[in-house]
């Protein structure tokens, strides 16, 4: 097995790439999934970010956990081999790449997994690691009426992609990221074991995995908590003109109980302007609803700031009794009145909104364009004075797509997984979402980026990236801080000759175990 893999190996350097050598691996391997040639065309290849291409070895699109478990043992066989996991291709900076590696296509295992269980009481789905958070949406909520509580905005990821990084979204406030909100893991870890994992069960790789950027495991099976799903959603947007009054507001809003606010709550930062992309017109929410600067005060400054909330109900729940409570929460926000637009839409509708957005993306030819997206955790004690510096100066026109901003509690966050957070209860996640045409504008975009970071280094603040992408060891040491020391030895531990996730590029591959 070995011996053929290792001549696949030394064939592709020498730019050989027969067919039968990708099928002679499949059966050496003993796969009961499939193996295809690698190539800088094919999706293993690229990512949604579209600033990098790599040439990985083969794209292996296995039948479950015991194929990944083979191909990983497999690679720790030979002097060089990396493994990584794919799932829908969403990274932005090659994260799920391997070049010259193996690419294990995770959405070819989305059907191994789909069981409802019970859990002292408490209603729970087994889903596989490659499922597509939609469709756990919309089987869950058509099947039982119930939905997973945590969501990220954008839902065609994959649920091992998203519990990888940590997966937030409106609702993170309440229950935290999706990484408080699984209980059970099956994990295929760098030396080729599959181990079932949860806070009692293995606890070091369950806490280790979740948030670990892929580099302790590969996950395959993940169990999530569900709460009945509401029928309908109360989608509301309201505008601000100083920054001050809308942190204000977004942080009253999310430290209140369950029942007494919002049941999400985001925000973003518009362009005080008419430009159809980064002004006015990104606020409203409907065809028929119309964005009138009239209302805007004269003392507002180059940039907006929007609050967007949404409060859940039923479809027994009077009408009266639902305007009565959103009324009375908007009642305590001092937002610009005369700048508040709403719409009602069904609950599977609204955690699908930006599937809309993507449509109307691809329509128009922006999709597949590149992506040099950022994201940023900002301590709250640095917002202020990032706002100041980077909204307010260096993307004062915008940037070709949403800024988004809102905060987030700590204490909803579980300090035994790998995330790295700010310091503080209160954080903001700030997401710089660019869409650009291909071209010279993309290394422009890239470089803004980095100087935003090098700022925020420079100037002391308070931040963690999230989904990270460095490339020094320094700057990863930096990253995680005094939980570097952790990482590594778990790393250690469960993927001792780094061979996950080389896309990450935290460590080196190595003939020997790391500790």
């Not at 609702?171 to 209980?183: C, D, E, I, K, L």
């Not at 059970?184 to 181990?195: D, F, M, R, W, Y």
């Not at 930062?269 to 409203?284: L, Y």
């Not at 997984?417 to 954080?427: D, H, N, Q, R, Y």
């Amino acid at each position: 097995m070995i011996a053929c893999l290792e001549r696949f190996v030394h064939d592709n350097d020498a730019e050989s790439k027969p067919d039968d050598d990708v099928s002679s691996i499949g059966k050496s391997l003993d796969l009961q999934g499939s193996i295809e040639s690698g190539g800088k065309t094919g999706i293993a290849g690229k990512d949604f970010g579209g600033l990098y291409s790599v040439r990985p070895l083969a794209l292996i699109k296995p039948s479950g956990a015991e194929d990944i478990a083979r191909v990983v043992k497999a690679s720790s066989l030979t002097s060089h081999l990396t493994v990584a996991a794919r799932g829908n291709g969403h990274s932005i900076n090659g994260q799920a790449m391997a070049d010259g590696g193996l690419v294990i296509d995770m959405r070819s295992t989305e059907e191994n997994h789909f069981k409802f269980l019970r859990v002292n009481g408490s209603p729970y789905i087994d889903v596989s690691g490659g499922a597509l958070w939609e469709d756990v949406l919309t089987r869950c909520v058509s099947t039982f009426g119930l939905a997973p509580r945590s969501w990220t905005d954008y839902l065609s990821l994959t649920v091992g992609g998203t519990l990888s990084n940590a997966g937030v979204s409106g609702q993170a406030f309440r229950y935290g990221p999706q990484t408080s909100n699984v209980t059970e893991l099956e994990v295929v870890t760098g030396k080729g074991e599959i181990s079932v994992c949860s806070e009692t069960q293995n606890p070091e790789l369950f806490f280790g995995v979740l948030g670990g950027l892929g580099q302790f495991g590969i996950i395959t099976r993940a169990r999530v908590k569900l709460q009945l799903a509401p029928d309908m959603v109360r989608w509301i947007r309201v505008v601000y003109s100083e920054f001050e009054d809308f942190t204000r507001d977004a942080e009253f809003l999310v430290t209140q109980k369950e029942g007494e606010s919002f049941d999400y709550v985001e925000g973003f930062v518009f362009a005080n302007n008419d430009d159809q992309v980064n002004g006015w017109s990104s606020v409203p929410l409907g065809p028929d609803q119309e964005f009138d600067p009239a209302h805007i005060p004269q003392t507002a400054g180059s940039v907006l700031y929007c609050l967007e909330v949404a409060f859940h109900y039923r479809n027994s729940d009077h009408p009266s009794s639902v305007d009565t409570a959103v009324s009375r929460l908007l009642g305590r926000l001092g937002f610009v009145r005369g700048l508040k637009f709403q719409v009602d839409v069904s609950y599977v509708e609204f955690l699908l909104r930006v599937k809309r957005a993507e449509e109307h993306a691809k329509a128009n030819g922006i999709w597949d364009s590149p992506h040099p997206w950022l994201n940023l955790f900002v301590s709250k004690s640095d917002i202020v004075e990032f706002d100041r510096t980077v909204f307010k100066g260096m993307l004062k026109d915008g940037i070709g797509g949403p800024m988004l901003i809102y905060p987030l509690l700590r204490s909803k966050w579980d300090n035994r997984t790998s995330v790295a957070l700010p310091g503080g209860e209160i954080f903001y996640i700030v997401a710089l979402l660019r869409f650009v045409p291909k071209g010279p504008s993309v290394e422009k975009l890239v470089a803004q980026n980095h100087e935003i970071v090098q700022w925020c280094i420079k100037q002391g603040l308070g931040f963690k990236l999230y989904l990270p992408h460095y490339q020094s060891n320094e700057d990863w040491k930096r990253h995680f801080g005094n939980q570097w020391t952790r990482f590594v030895e778990r790393k250690a531990r469960f993927d001792p000759m780094a061979i996950l996730a080389p896309g990450q590029k935290i460590f080196k591959r190595t003939h020997h175990n790391l500790n």
